[in-house]
């Protein structure tokens, strides 16, 4: 299995990324930079994370790059950092997924992530073990959040609200002082690190947000939010205690923010409902490709507002190319605050089918590339989304089956007219998809 995928670098610890690994992927990095640059290294609270971090250090350091490094810091904010100052960006964090993973992100002045080529060179040159050498110097950056507090607050300005974060063990809790600066009032959750709380599939089984929804329901706020590790998701809680679908959110977004004229980009996971709202506010959809590099390079280079997909990564262009959950906290706050309306007020205005996305383990990765060349065989009519097919079933229901860029799962999303259909159409393409898994591996 490769560790060098297709959004960014990932594997387990210890196993197919070790200390060993970062070490030469530090030396890569600088030998791709010539060993003339400058780059801005954090990471996450991954216990693994540390050790990591401190390999690509050495390695970047051994090829000539200088390095500044900013700690344990949010990952929105490392990007913020890298995008201000003009400087590369490596961030040490597996993001969402389990505790033994870890991974780094790698990233450019202009707020753009490595694209898959990038990551392909990356790859070669420490196969190669061919690296420069030089003598690079580190930097440890005394304020790393200055200029990106600074930047929240004037462009956001002063917030009102009562809300309750759920850091989970992750990063984002670094943002606290800032968000309690603007003016929130905040009940935080889980903000020391906790590797008990790391991992995708809890996420899906939404077990790992009930300890927020119970608080949410029991503290009387405005909204609820949780963050994953590295805080560039953002996943969002009403004040009953339901969890709202990322698609939701989208158009909550999109409803204010195309008060002016600009482009919009979606992915084909999001509720159909958005294209019909983009259109009815005479915005203009583009579409992208899943997967936070190609919506970040999609969302600049269209000089769009707004990229949105249906895993709660939200990319406000008006400010910045990259996902960040504490921004999309905020705007959430200040969309409040400007309508005077309730955030049940606002959902209640939006009208979409229900949207759904589980994730079927395939067991490695050879099955999953193998899974999605045989639905692109038997589903000859399907649209092609680069990573996997789209299934339109009628006007508004379809089922996309992607392959996970991450993990050795295929993902199942779908959309239906109701709950009900939602329920057999997953059930439906779920059986298909192990139907399919059992000829794949001969049982
Ligand atoms: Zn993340």
Redesign the pocket.
């Known amino acids: 299995m490769s560790i060098f995928r297709a959004y960014d670098i990932r594997g387990i610890y210890g196993k197919d990324l070790t200390d060993e690994i970062a070490l030469k992927i530090g030396k890569a990095l600088g030998t791709f930079l010539k060993g003339r640059k400058t780059v801005a290294v954090g990471y996450d609270t991954r216990p693994s994370s540390p050790s990591l971090t401190k390999n690509i250090i050495s390695g970047l350091i051994s090829t000539g790059c200088n390095v500044i490094f900013l700690g344990i810091i949010p ?1 929105p904010a490392a990007y913020f950092y890298a995008w201000k100052k003009k400087t590369f960006g490596c961030y040490i964090t597996a ?2 997924a389990p505790i033994k993973w870890n991974g780094v992100k790698l990233f450019k002045p202009n707020g753009l992530s490595f694209s898959d080529k990038e990551i392909k060179i990356i790859e070669k040159i420490v196969e190669s073990e061919r690296f420069l050498k030089g003598k690079g110097k580190v930097r440890k950056e005394k304020n790393p959040l200055k200029d990106y507090s600074k930047f929240l607050k004037d462009k956001i300005g002063k917030v009102k609200g009562k809300i309750l974060i759920d850091f989970l063990g992750g990063a984002g809790s670094k943002a606290i002082p800032i968000l309690r600066d603007m003016g929130l009032n905040l009940i935080t959750l889980h903000e020391k690190p906790d590797a008990s709380l790391y991992g995708f599939h809890k996420f899906e089984a939404g077990n790992i947000l009930n300890f927020a929804i119970k608080n949410v329901k029991k503290e009387k706020v405005d909204f609820g939010v949780a963050l ?3 805080a ?2 953002s996943f969002f809680i009403d004040p009953k205690g339901d969890l709202i679908d990322p698609s939701i959110m989208c158009a909550i977004f999109i409803e204010d923010l195309l008060k002016r004229k600009g482009k919009i980009v979606l992915t084909h996971d999001c509720a159909s409902g958005l294209e019909k709202l983009v259109k009815k506010k005479n915005g203009k959809l583009v579409w992208s490709r899943i997967g936070h590099n190609f919506i970040e390079k999609k969302v600049w280079e269209e000089r769009a507002l707004f990229a949105g997909e249906e895993s709660s990564h939200f990319y406000f262009n008006i400010f910045y190319p990259f996902s960040d959950g504490i921004l999309s906290t905020l705007y959430l706050c200040k969309i409040l605050n400007k309508t005077g309306k309730t955030l049940e007020e606002l959902i209640k205005k939006v009208k979409l089918n229900p949207v759904k996305k589980i994730y079927i383990n395939v067991v490695n990765d050879e099955n999953k590339v193998k899974l999605i060349e045989k639905f692109r065989e038997k589903f000859p009519k399907a649209i092609d989304v680069g990573d996997g097919v789209k299934v339109k079933l009628n006007k508004s229901e379809w089922v996309l089956i992607r392959l996970s860029q991450t993990l050795p799962e295929i993902n199942l999303c779908a959309e239906a007219r109701n709950e009900k259909r939602l329920r057999e159409i997953v059930k439906k393409y779920s059986e298909i998809v192990r139907k399919y898994l059992k000829i794949i591996r001969g049982k």
């Open positions: 990952n993001s969402h994953d590790c590295d560039d998701r």
